[in-house]
């Protein structure tokens, strides 16, 4: 079983879009338990991914074809992490933050958040402030989580919370954050509810968000 989590690994690594769905179906066929997949094959991949980028041994083009594969095998996990008994546990509208493209962070956190009951709104990349805001208001979310997987594009989280206390909407939502560059003591600064690490953390964070309110 760990090699297969090590060839679906490698099949990130190196781009393999055209093996990546016959490998995980395989794998999850043989029993090899989903979180697995998840965290020591996808992500670890992407993380491998991100040290070849930052030591220039790749670039932007890889980057993507790696994120694309990454993207097809979760489509294939995606309908087994649903537990259809599982009652709605509130709202959350979810979106990655002006000026950043980087969505398979979010995308994954928001399978686990939809295989924890929750009802997740997926407004895509590249929100604007204002397009936040008026989703709030619109929607009336539990919780508004945000995703930024760039140091120069977090900052845009501190916008939205303060344009959501100047509309007079912050009370009525909860605001959760996330993302690589983002960290316990950046959450609290900008004034959100809670920073997730991970997937599983953003669930936890998310069930406590909406038992307060
Ligand atoms: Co980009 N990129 N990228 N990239 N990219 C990073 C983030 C980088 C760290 C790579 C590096 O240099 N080592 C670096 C950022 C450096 C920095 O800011 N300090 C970087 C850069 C520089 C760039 C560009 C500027 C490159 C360029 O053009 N020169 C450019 C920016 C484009 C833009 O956004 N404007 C760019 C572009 C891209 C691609 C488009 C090619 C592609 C994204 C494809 C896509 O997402 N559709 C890409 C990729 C794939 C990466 C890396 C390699 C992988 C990201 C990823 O998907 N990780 C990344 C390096 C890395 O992170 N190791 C990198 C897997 C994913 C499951 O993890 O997103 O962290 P993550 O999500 C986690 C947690 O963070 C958390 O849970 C998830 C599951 O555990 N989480 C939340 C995320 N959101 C959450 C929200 C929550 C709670 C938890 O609540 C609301």
Redesign the pocket.
Known sequence: MSEQIEAIKDGVINGKHKEIEDMTKKAISDGVDLNKII?EA??AG??V???K??KNEIF??E??V??RT??MALEIIKPLLKDEEIVDRGTIL?G?VK????????N??IMILEGAGFNVIDLG??MSVEMFTQKVEEIKPDIL?????????MTEMKNVIETLEEKGLRSGVKV???????DEKFAKEIGSDG?????S??VR?ARGCVEKK
């Open positions: 965290n996808l992500i992407m993380d991914i991100g040290e980028f930052s932007v083009p980057m993507l790696s994120a990454v993207k979810m990655t000026g950043d493209m980087h969505d398979i962070g979010k994954l956190v990349v590249d989580g945000l995703s930024a997987l760039l140091t120069t594009t959760m954050v996330g993302g690589a560059p983002i920073y997730g690490k991970d997937a953390e953003a964070l």
